[in-house]
């Protein structure tokens, strides 16, 4: 690739698509704006002048904490337009969460939710705060709508980063992957190539912006191949169903993208319903193992097998089953274009014998270079040039492979990474509590479920619906235990390491 620019690269999308439709943005099931090329590149070239006119240069961090929005997708645009870094975080997100990670980011701005303004002036009075209500329609929002459409040129570097995401760690402590701008451009074009997006798809967009599966595997993909982008402010299932049925009229979806607790959903949403979906080319599934008997769920309900595959924050998209060819269910395929692959005994760093578990070792354009202002974190992660994912996994005889479990101990359920340790930081608050151990146990529904065995004080009368209370006031929803157990000790070896596999076996 000549220019590795994201920028530049999706100006000439739009320059191109500029008369076709690039956004239908969908409130509650029902169309609140359309925005065609031509516009998605003059707003973010007037946002982009906004933000140069509050002070943001390159390489400044710019936080995106608001609900997913249009407004959202023009502010990320207009950041990549002059070489500043987004930074988008779930706005979900608690009080300790963000205090944490607004430390960590050193961001020059925040855009962010009214209901939000009292808390970040609360956690940094000096941060620059841009309170943006994205419960008004996107016409409406007009604070950057009087800027120029000229901004001021910046050189951007293939190497020069584009975007961090923050990502759960085996410390507790989340940590800030940096993508650059080959990272970036890479990822979009390898999967607009293995799967084939173009023009004259229309994407089902159900997915969360503040996470690489929304925003980098969907949405970038989408605005660089030309297509038409349905985006539903967020999941439920009846109006998800709803718009992939759509055959005709203002727009038909061709492609949907999504985790598998949210096909879970809406197969238990359609009941015995039939919907014609035969119009649907594509269904894909990442961000959690898809259960065997779901993938056939998936098929006899949708009508063609669903398109598993395999991604992390830190590398982009890396496996995926074929397009064309044979899908075998469990497995996340075989590797994308330019991504070499080792499976390695992680003891001793040496390559396994084929068809032997190891620890998927990653390297190629689309891996990210470090963690933000983590140096130890990113020598860690590395070996000799490669990324070391920390999940183990096999391949079979016919090249395909197979994760089947993390060293990290990293929790997915729902599509979202949860630090065991952050949890038991929190439950480990409590004053009636000696100390937790939290892991994640297989469910139908989430792929994985929190659960947290605690060992409390003699003389304490804690409850579990104190723990899970505790637990909600100071994390977001998905990262609380489900089900909680007081047991008298925790299981460990003899060197006084907490057994997690035998924390399992508790539930």
Known sequence: MDNQSLRDRLTASFLKQEKRKAVTFLRDGEIETEISYLQLHQDSNRMARTFQELGVAKTDRVILCIQKSLIFVIAHLALQKIGAIAVPLNPGFKKSEMAYLLQDADAKLILSEPA?????????????????????????????????????????????????????????????????????????????????ISETDALCHALPLFHVHGLCFALHTSLLAGAHVIMLDQFSPETVVNALAKKEGQYACTVFMAVPSMYGKLMDSLGDRKPDFAHMRLWTSGSAPLLPKDFKRVYETFGKEPVEREGMSETGMNFSNPLRGKRKPGSIGFPLPDLAVRIVDPATGTDVAAGQTGEIWLKGPSVTPGYWRKPQETNSAFEQGWFKTGDLGNIDKDGYYYLTDRIKHIIISGGENISPKEVEVVINQLAGVVESSVVGIADERWGEKVVAAV?????????????????????????????????????????????????????
């Open 116 to 196: 939000k303004e009292g808390l970040i002036k609360e956690i940094d009075s000096n941060l620059t705060t841009l309170i943006v209500d994205t419960r008004r329609p996107y016409q409406d929002i007009d604070f950057f709508r009087s800027a120029p459409e000229e901004y001021a040129g910046i050189e951007i570097e293939s190497q020069d980063p584009g975007l961090i995401i923050y990502t759960s760690g085996t410390t507790g402590k989340p940590k800030g992957a940096m993508l650059t701008q080959e990272n970036l451009v890479h990822d979009a074009e390898n999967i607009i190539n293995i799967w084939e």
């Open 455 to 507: 060992v409390a004080k003699a003389d304490a009368n804690i409850k579990p619906e104190e723990i899970r209370a505790h637990c909600k006031k100071n994390l977001h929803d998905w990262k609380c235990p489900k089900e909680v157990v007081f047991v008298r000790e925790l299981p460990r070896n003899t060197m006084g390491k907490v057994l997690k596999e035998a924390v399992k076996n508790i539930f």
